[in-house]
T-cell receptor, first 117, second 111 residues
Framework: DAGVIQSPRHEVTEMGQEVTLRCKPI?????LFWYRQTMMRGLELLIY????????DSGMPEDRFSAKMPNASFSTLKIQPSEPRDSAVYFC???????????????FGSGTQLSVL | QKEVEQDPGPLSVPEGAIVSLNCTYS??????FMWYRQYSRKGPELLMY????GNKEDGRFTAQVDKSSKYISLFIRDSQPSDSATYLC???????????FGPGTSLSVIP
């Protein structure tokens, strides 16, 4: 398996622009998580899905952030409009729960380095 | 107070040393405890996983959980330069709940 795939790897944009980050989870995994990592705040959970349904979005910082999971193999995180303080590394992770597994065993993608100028 | 606290380091040790990494937490509901390792420019990867209190050993790595003190540790024996990474503790109240990460400790093992 190729693992969790995120795109783009790097994104540089100007303040006010829309940014869309993409994630393909591991096939068969039923949980998908979006995290943001900064030096100041560490790794923060933004939102997570179970079977394509958003379960907890309490970590989404503002209404400028939105996430969707239209099917089991694809998710997007959108920021509109973007601001310099959104600059961070955004990680997508997936996990398989049930049948002796738990969703603590997260598999992370390589992340998207976002820079908002 | 943050939910999970971790000494950010950086921690620098000579090759072959024993390394002790620690986390404290405030939420007594946490039952599942993990250690993730993150190399530069990579996503975190699961290193150790334990449920409730006790010890777990895997090769050179030992994870300890003391729920009464709300304290978890990761010990690395015979540390190697390849162990140089950031180590993040993580925890969750249940097997179907969100995982909360500590800020991470940066470790450098010097040859």
């Amino acid at each position: 398996d190729a693992g969790v795939i995120q795109s783009p790897r790097h994104e540089v944009t100007e303040m006010g622009q829309e940014v869309t980050l993409r994630c393909k989870p591991i096939s068969g995994h039923d949980y998908l998580f979006w995290y943001r990592q900064t030096m100041m705040r560490g790794l923060e959970l933004l939102i997570y899905f179970n079977n394509n349904v958003p379960i907890d979005d309490s970590g989404m910082p503002e209404d400028r952030f939105s996430a969707k999971m239209p099917n089991a193999s694809f998710s997007t995180l959108k920021i509109q409009p973007s601001e310099p303080r959104d600059s961070a590394v955004y990680f997508c992770a997936s996990s398989l729960a049930g049948a002796g597994n738990t969703n603590e065993k997260l598999f992370f993608g390589s992340g998207t380095q976002l820079s908002v100028l | 107070q943050k939910e999970v606290e971790q000494d950010p380091g950086p921690l620098s040790v000579p090759e072959g040393a024993i390394v002790s990494l620690n986390c404290t937490y405030s939420n007594s509901a946490f039952q599942y405890f993990m250690w993730y390792r993150q190399y530069s420019r990579k996503g975190p990867e699961l290193l150790m996983y334990t449920y409730s209190s006790g010890n777990k050993e895997d090769g050179r790595f030992t994870a300890q959980v003391d729920k009464s003190s709300k304290y978890i540790s990761l010990f690395i024996r015979d540390s190697q330069p390849s162990d140089s990474a950031t180590y993040l503790c993580a925890m969750s109240p249940s097997s179907y709940d969100k995982v909360i990460f500590g800020p991470g400790t940066s470790l450098s093992v010097i040859p």
